[in-house]
């Protein structure tokens, strides 16, 4: 780390204490665009770096509701609305035990950049609550969702900010959002992504963030001229996104043999394919089960851990922030992982990240892998405003052109700033000169 990340950083730490993710997300971009910001005065003159870690707003409420036995519930809900120079603010909410003002933070801030690298004009926000479905009825999720936008509806619009999914908020939770938000402000407005496909929601949203990592993957391993037939994948989780990127592993010829939850994993040396690739994806969406379902339909074993052990050509991880250490990066090396694509959002560590470039793994940050989710929000977002829906195809199809353009993007970024074959340069460097540069066109504001 240079002595002005380092002087930086310190910074940052003592603004924000105690917030572990926003720092390490913070980090990890100050690394790779202190070099460009030292030799643009413009950029340094409007302070620029000082700006863009700090968030335009973020709002915290409480969520008060009742369960199903009648007792009072009290949940925290967040909105951090990071940066809004390249559009509405625009990003998902996470419901999930873990969620703090750090995590929002660290979320809302990698967003701004991602959305950036999509080319739509989203700007960057995130937000949610220490609320878990899991568990719950559907009484009950529904109850607190319309807590939630009870407050929440004040802050957000389709020209302010545009929520939409991330873990713990699917389709059902969306609805409920969405109805409440329509009767508080008495208009049906093509606002939050995500939504139904028969009231205004896209096809291929659903699908977008689990095909678009697969299709940045395929992007990767072509540089080095290959693709992924009969390539060996581990993947971490089994929902929205794990189960979506499986499907389109198994389409393009590879073979997936882990899935994971939280705790365990469920290791099939003949690949997730088929009846029990789609029983996969219905798992949580339609069946609201976990692992242990699958584990019994199929005679599998649930293993305690992590799946990284695991022997891969390709890594893709879908689980919580932090879940590849340096010791699962070691073992991923050492048994032949050529390529990480982060479906998830900053599922690697640093010291992960590092020994994946030290060892010439083709490495696809979250921020960039993974924009295929948000990307296709935009798409829907488009598609609501000309009161117009597009095919699966063509939706698909303007899917994997932004991924590939993303692709290139990072490659030909980290190309000219000194560093090639390095994504994570790429990916900070193009997102954060965009979201710099229209910051600087909109004045100190
Ligand atoms: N939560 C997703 C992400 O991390 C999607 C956000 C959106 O569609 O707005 O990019």
New binding site residues.
């Given amino acids: 780390m240079s002595p002005a990340v380092q002087m930086f950083m310190h910074d940052v730490a003592a603004r924000n204490p105690g917030e572990r993710e926003f720092h390490q997300a913070v980090g990890e971009v100050v690394e790779s665009v202190m070099p460009v910001v030292e030799k643009q005065p413009e950029f340094r003159k409007a302070r620029m770096l000082e700006r863009i870690v700090e968030p335009e707003r973020a709002v915290m409420f409480r969520v008060p509701w009742v369960d199903d036995r009648g007792e009072v519930r009290v949940n925290r809900g967040f909105r951090v609305q990071f940066n809004s120079a390249l559009g509405p603010f625009?990003?998902?909410l996470?419901f999930h035990s873990s969620v703090n003002l750090s995590i929002v933070k660290f979320?809302g801030f990698e967003?701004m950049f991602?959305n950036a690298l999509t080319t739509l004009p989203m700007g960057g926000g995130k937000g949610g609550s220490d609320f878990s479905p899991k568990g719950k009825s559907d009484g009950e999720v529904m109850r607190f969702c319309q807590a939630f936008m009870g407050e929440l509806f004040r802050h957000v619009g389709p020209d302010t900010d545009?929520?939409?999914?991330?873990v713990g908020v699917g389709g059902r939770e969306i609805g409920y959002l969405f109805g409440q938000y329509k009767k508080l402000v008495n208009r049906f407005e093509g606002w939050i992504?995500?939504k139904g496909l028969n009231w205004g929601g896209s096809l291929i949203r659903k699908e977008a963030?689990g095909f678009g990592t697969v299709y940045f993957a395929a992007e990767m391993l072509a540089t080095r001229g290959q693709t992924f037939d009969g390539k060996t994948v581990c993947i971490s989780g089994y929902g929205n996104l794990g189960s979506h990127a499986l499907e389109k592993v198994n389409e393009l010829g590879g073979k997936v043999v882990t899935i994971a939850d939280e705790h365990n994993y469920i290791y099939e040396p003949d690949g997730i394919k088929g009846d029990k690739a789609r029983y996969v994806i219905d798992l949580w969406q339609v069946h609201r089960q976990g692992l242990e379902a699958y584990a019994e339909k199929y005679g599998a074993k649930l293993l305690p851990g992590r799946p990284w052990k695991t022997p891969c050509d390709v890594a893709i991880p879908t689980g919580a922030e932090n879940e590849i250490t340096l010791d699962d990066a070691k073992a991923l090396v050492a048994n032949g992982c050529k390529c990480v694509a982060e479906g998830a959002?900053m599922p690697s560590t640093a010291e992960a990240i590092k020994h994946f470039q030290d060892n010439g793994v083709l490495f696809g940050p979250g921020k960039a892998a993974?924009?295929g989710?948000?990307a296709?929000?935009g798409l829907e977002m488009t598609q609501n405003s000309i009161r117009m829906a597009w095919s699966r195809e063509e939706v698909d199809a303007k899917l994997k052109e932004i991924m590939k353009r993303i692709h290139c993007v990072c490659l030909e970024t980290a190309e000219a700033y000194g560093t090639p074959g390095n994504y994570v340069n790429g990916a900070n460097i193009a997102g954060f000169v965009k979201v710099a540069n229209a910051m600087l066109d909109q004045g100190v504001v």
Avoid: E, I
Avoid at 162 to 166: L, N, Q
């Fill in positions: 625009k990003g998902g996470r979320l967003q991602k545009v929520p939409a999914g991330d992504t995500g963030a959002n993974n924009a989710g948000v296709t929000s």
